[in-house]
């Protein structure tokens, strides 16, 4: 693995700050990694962000196929030389924005869920997480790298501010893990903050699987839209327009007192607001919210 310091000099290239390009120094950080990702010669791997190909090019040594997403073209082209450098053939690269991709699509094409591994650009982690999540019945596991601050958002537990959104709908439809933790000096150009690896595994089924999820994870988005609102106001003034009354009774019929904040429910309580809630509707008001 050559330097990503050398490298980039050598093409004259620089790390796109509009892109979130960090890359990963050490081979040995890159290895551990792909050992953590537990790839088989039977599987396939979508990469986001393939870079300069760090961990690319030991996927590929592992799996049966490596589809490596990379938006920027300069490094694109750059990565395509270091792959046939390495003599590793089984690797595509889609030269597209991830958020793009039609993960469900390749999938289908391979006969097979994939696994999904990459460093994440800070600025558009929370959109790729909600496109996995949305994607997720095409993909088997994701070995994903965040900025640390967002792991933890992640993995939080309720009653408490690092808790949210994100928090609720992983841990709806996914067991977590962290695995990994790197530091920000493993990193060129030298990132802020450390970084964690957390292994997503997508679950068949959800432990309180909510009646219909579409509007599950809409009552989820209007209840922290307004975090610092109580529950009933919080609801009523959001894009969901249910209206004051109908938000008390949803709460009442949950059992969830209207007083209480969204960082303070769990997964649960969220999943049986949401089919009360749901349950009270109009039809008319249900059909605009899909």
């Known amino acids: 693995m050559t330097s990503p310091k050398v490298l980039l000099t050598a093409w004259q290239l620089r790390a796109k700050k509009r892109y979130g390009q960090n890359f990963l120094r050490h081979p040995s950080t890159a290895e551990q990694l792909v050992g953590l990702v537990r790839v088989t010669p039977e599987d396939v791997v979508l990469e986001i962000g393939a870079g300069l190909g760090a961990l690319t090019i030991p996927l590929a040594r592992s799996a049966r196929k490596v589809v490596a ?3 920027d ?9 270091e792959l046939l450098a390495a003599g590793t053939a089984e690797v595509v690269i889609l030269q597209q924005n991830i958020l793009d991709v039609d993960v469900s699509k390749i999938a289908s094409s391979e006969g097979q869920p994939l696994i999904v591994v990459g460093n994440l650009p800070y600025n558009i982690s929370s959109q790729i997480l909600i496109r996995l999540v949305a994607e997720r019945n ?3 596991r994701a ?15 309720p ?32 990132p802020k903050v450390d970084a964690t690896v957390l292994r997503l595994t997508f679950l068949h089924t959800p432990e309180f699987p909510a009646g219909d999820e579409t509007f599950f994870f809409k009552v989820v988005q209007a ?8 529950l ?11 209206g004051a009354t109908l938000a008390r009774n949803a709460l009442a019929d949950a059992d969830i ?25 109009p039809r008319n008001q249900k059909d605009g919210l899909r």
């Open 138 to 140: 095409s993909i088997s």
């Open 223 to 230: 209840a922290f839209s307004q975090r610092r609102k109580m």
């Open 143 to 157: 070995v994903l790298m965040f900025q640390k601050e967002l792991a933890d958002r992640i993995c939080a537990g």
């Open 232 to 242: 009933k106001n919080a609801l009523s003034g959001s894009f969901l327009k249910v």
């Open 73 to 81: 073209p300069d490094l694109a082209g750059l990565l395509k030389t």
């Open 69 to 71: 997403v990379e938006r």
């Open 257 to 281: 007192d209207p007083s209480r904040r969204a960082e303070t429910l769990s997964v649960q309580e969220f999943v049986r607001l949401s089919d009360h809630l749901q349950s009270l509707l």
């Open 159 to 190: 009653g408490g501010k690092t808790y949210g959104r994100l928090s609720v709908l992983i841990q709806y439809c996914a067991q977590i893990e962290k695995i990994l933790q790197v530091k920000a000096a493993d990193f060129f150009p030298k």
